[in-house]
Nanobody, 125 residues
Framework: QVQLVESGGGLVQAGDSLRLSCAASGRTFSSYTMGWFRQAPGKEREFVAFISWSGVHTSYANSVKGRFTIFRDNAKNTVYLQMNSLKPEDTAVYYC??????????????????WGQGTQVTVSS
């Protein structure tokens, strides 16, 4: 069983930055594929970013490409989402998720077995 705890959300203004963290339990974190997703009010959960177990492979939703960066520190069992140039449309609950299979590509939300509780990000205009 893997437990994921997100932190770092908050209320910011458009153009500001935030860094989200996701701390994972378990001694095999370094083999997990990790992802960030978000869900805005009244909308379905959507993919934000993916990172492979090694950190070499990443991918992003077009809406955040060039503004968000996903990275991980396997020694700390933590994955991060650095969010720059935030926009009001980035307002959502952000979730991290873990896929225990070591993938080098994003394979859809169904591949992720474990999910955190989410952290709220609100961007005011």
């Amino acid at each position: 069983q893997v437990q994921l705890v997100e932190s770092g959300g908050g209320l910011v203004q458009a153009g500001d930055s935030l860094r989200l963290s996701c701390a994972a339990s378990g001694r095999t974190f370094s083999s997990y594929t990790m992802g960030w997703f978000r869900q805005a009010p009244g909308k379905e959960r959507e993919f934000v970013a993916f990172i492979s177990w090694s950190g070499v492979h990443t991918s992003y939703a077009n809406s955040v490409k060039g503004r968000f960066t996903i990275f991980r520190d396997n020694a700390k069992n933590t994955v991060y989402l650095q969010m720059n140039s935030l926009k009001p449309e980035d307002t959502a609950v952000y979730y991290c998720a873990a896929d225990p299979r070591s993938r080098t590509y994003y394979s859809g939300p169904g591949a992720y077995d474990y999910w955190g509780q989410g952290t709220q990000v609100t961007v005011s205009s």
